[in-house]
Structure formats: C-alpha cells, structure tokens
C-alpha cells in the first residue's frame, strides 16, 4: 500500500435504530470521522421503506428531530430513508402528492440532511422544491451498469448505492469510479449485508417490504416473510451460501482504499446494516470496520437474522410483554419467530484471509453458476462442470462450522414443515 493511500480512510454510512447511545459511541470510537452519515426512518410513513414495521422501534417524528441534532452536535449527518421499491403510486395523486410534499417539509424542519430514495419521481420533486435536502439513491433502484449512473446523475441525485454483485466487481467498480470522478455524485457499496448470491428473491421481497413499513397497509402490522425464511434456509442448507453473499469483511476495506487511490476518485463509501438491530449489535460493527479486524464469528457483524439481536424483539422481552404481532403461541407471527431460532454456525473470520484476491484480479460471477445451488438435503441436486463455479464452496469448507450438526438437522426437518404450512396457506395471517 502506498503513502498516499495509507492516509486515506474509508467513509462509512450506517444504519441507526434511533438510539441515542449509538451516537454517544460513535463519538468515543471514531476518531477519524470516518462515519459520515447514520440512516433510519420511522416505524411507518406515508412512502414507506425497506423494512417490515413489525420489526421497528415505535418513535415520533419529534424523536427525529432529536435525533438529527443529537447527530449534528457529533458532526455526523442524518439520512431518512424514503425507499420502497414500490410507493403504490402515492405521489401521482393530488391528495398522495401534496402528502409526500407536506411530508418532505416537516423533514427538512427537523434538521434532515439527506433522504434515500429509489423513484425518480420523486427525486425531481425533492430537486424542485427542496434543494436543500441531499439524495442518496437507494439499493433497490438497482443500479448496476454506468449508463444507470448517467441517468441519476442527470435526474440529481448526490450518492448512488450500486448492486450488490459490484461489491465484488473490482473491475466494473473500477470504470464506475473513473466515469464519476469529475462528477461530484458519490458512489456507495454495501459492507455486511448477508443477501444471497444473485438472488432470485430480491425484487419481491423489496416490494413485499414496501407495502409492510406503509401507513394503513394491512401487512404493516405483521409480514409473513416468505423471502427471507427461504433465502435463511437455503444458506443453512448450504453454507456456500453465506461465502458466496457480497459482503466486506473489516481486513479487505483496503482493497477498495486501494481502488479509490488507481482511479483518483476518493468518492466511495461503505453503507454498514442493520437499523432493526439492536445498539449492541450496531457498536460491535462499528468497532469491527473501524479497526479493520474482526476475531470470531463473521456472521456477528453480518446481518444474519438471530431473533434476540432485533432491537424491537429485545424491548418486547425487557417489558414482558407480548409482541404486538405475536398475541398467541399458535399465532402466524409466533411460528415466524420460532423459525429464526437458528442453529449455530460459526464462520471463522480470520480463515478467510485471501478470500477476496479472487475478486480483485479477476470477477467471473455472472458467467457461471454457484455451487451454493443445492442443499444438503441434495447435495448432488446439481452436477458441477465448467458452467459451475465452486470458489466459495470451498472457502466454506474451510472456513465454516455447523456447531452440531444434529441440531441443524433437526431444525432443516421443522423449517421444511413451516415451508409447506407457508405454502400450503395453513400459517397465513
């Protein structure tokens, strides 16, 4: 590594649950002002967003107001997150639009520095009548290509999250920042997301989500998951699955450092996740990205979806009290809950030192298939030839651990039983 790039650091954006002690611990850790901007919404909202209310802290919009000054007395700004995939076609009514619009006014008086969206539409609006707010383009807006960048840049948007698949695309990263250094967008990457590989529910799910974080929608109150039971069996069924998900481990943020000093672009940051999470969970990443290391299990500081790390799941236990979705124990939002006792499984962070050198000098996931197809119910479902890639099955073997094994099959048997009563219609709300 280079002088010029060992005095550059990553900038960062990450999630909040609107605690205030994260902020607090944000200002003990980062000494570096790495962390540029935190990002949260309210439970629901006229837009919604992208994630099910059902799994969000209760706050006021005055608590965002609070909020917003409590992150500017630190120097960190405050990002609101207007970002369904699907808004339901609220803006394009005069009733809807003069909501939205009313809306985005009581955001800026609240000290609102920045707002994610994903429609274009309302990217103009926010332009038109209010310059003041920063846009940040959002995950679900799918950008994956440097036309879908011109096209942004030219609507006006300031930062745009890319794909998930380019997290690992140095190559394509690599031209995205050359075609925007002499722009002032900044382009934004995904650090512990623990989506799958190229995966096939994304775009239901993002829109299912939609609909379940907006105000008067039935599934605003309890969302039957199906997505993201599916995508948690399939990476237990086959733990290539979780090698093969485009995070960042802490250790290999240098390789994009390294990126931003090839190209003199100096415009890219990292988003860190998860807003539904508990402050525990949020300061134990912090921690991890900004000393670049991480001893233990990678999926700690992922976000791998253990039920006691939910921030609103640990509230409801600290109260004894029934979560508002969860009434009985035969209730769908209870067989929901139970399917995420998950087994126990250990990826060894510090065992996948070299894993991304791969991806560095040379991205061949979208000409092949993964051997994360296939489970290990059907191990041999899928015959693996030159079509197939098994790069990350094999860093799995090295670098995963089913706890016990017993365990986990024990609870494959029940998540198969909870699929077909899913399927079947038999656990619908």
């Not at 093969?244 to 415009?267: H, Q």
């Not at 006691?308 to 509230?315: I, L, N, P, Q």
Request: hydrophobic content about 35%.
């Amino acid at each position: 590594m280079s002088q010029a790039n060992e005095n550059y650091k990553m900038k960062y954006s990450l999630a909040t649950n609107l605690d205030v002690k994260l902020l607090d611990e944000i200002a003990k850790l980062d000494k570096d002002k790495s962390i540029k901007v935190v990002f949260g919404k309210l439970k629901t909202d006229i837009i919604g967003g992208g994630r099910s209310s059902g799994m969000i802290l209760d706050k006021s919009m005055e608590d965002i107001k609070n909020y917003a000054k409590a992150c500017h007395d630190i120097g960190v700004e405050f990002n609101y997150l207007l970002n369904p995939m699907c808004t339901a076609n609220k803006e394009l009514t005069q009733e809807g639009h003069k909501e939205v619009v009313d809306f985005l006014q009581v955001l800026v008086d609240s000290g609102v520095d920045w707002v994610t969206i994903n429609s274009p539409y309302l990217c103009k609006i926010i332009k038109k009548q209010f310059p003041s707010l920063k846009i940040s383009v959002g995950i679900h807006a799918c950008v994956s290509e440097i036309q879908h960048i011109r096209y942004w840049e030219e609507l006006g948007a300031d930062e745009i999250t890319l794909q998930m698949f380019v997290t690992r695309n140095f190559k394509l990263l690599e031209d995205m920042l050359k075609y925007t250094k002499n722009s002032k967008v900044g382009l934004r990457v995904l650090g512990n997301n623990c989506c799958l590989h190229a995966c096939p529910y994304r775009i239901n799910h993002a829109t299912g989500q939609s609909h379940a974080s907006r105000k008067s929608e039935g599934v605003s109150k309890f969302y039957m998951d199906s997505n993201l039971t599916t995508c948690t069996m399939g990476k237990i069924q086959n733990p290539a699955n979780l090698i093969a998900s485009e995070w960042i481990r802490p250790e290999d943020v240098k390789y994009y450092e390294e990126l931003c000093e090839k190209t003199g672009n100096y415009n890219l940051s990292i988003k860190l996740v998860e807003r539904t999470k508990t402050t525990e969970f949020l300061v134990r990443v912090v921690k991890a990205y900004l000393s670049r290391s991480y001893e233990g299990n990678l999926l700690d500081i992922l976000l791998w979806p253990v039920m006691d790390e939910f921030a609103k799941v640990k509230k409801d236990k600290e109260n004894a009290a029934e979560s508002e979705v969860a009434a009985t124990l035969d209730s769908p939002a209870n067989h929901f809950f139970n399917f995420f006792k998950l087994p126990e499984i250990y990826i060894d962070n510090k065992k996948l030192d070299g894993f991304m050198k791969k991806f560095v000098r040379d991205f061949e996931c979208n000409k092949k298939a993964c051997s994360g197809i296939g489970n290990l119910l059907n191990p041999n479902l899928y015959q693996e030839d030159e079509t197939v890639c098994s790069y990350c099955k094999a860093w799995a073997e090295k670098a995963v651990q089913i706890k016990n094994p017993e365990e986990t099959q024990e609870w494959l048997a029940l998540a198969e039983k909870f699929m077909s009563d899913l399927y079947d219609g038999t656990i619908l709300p």
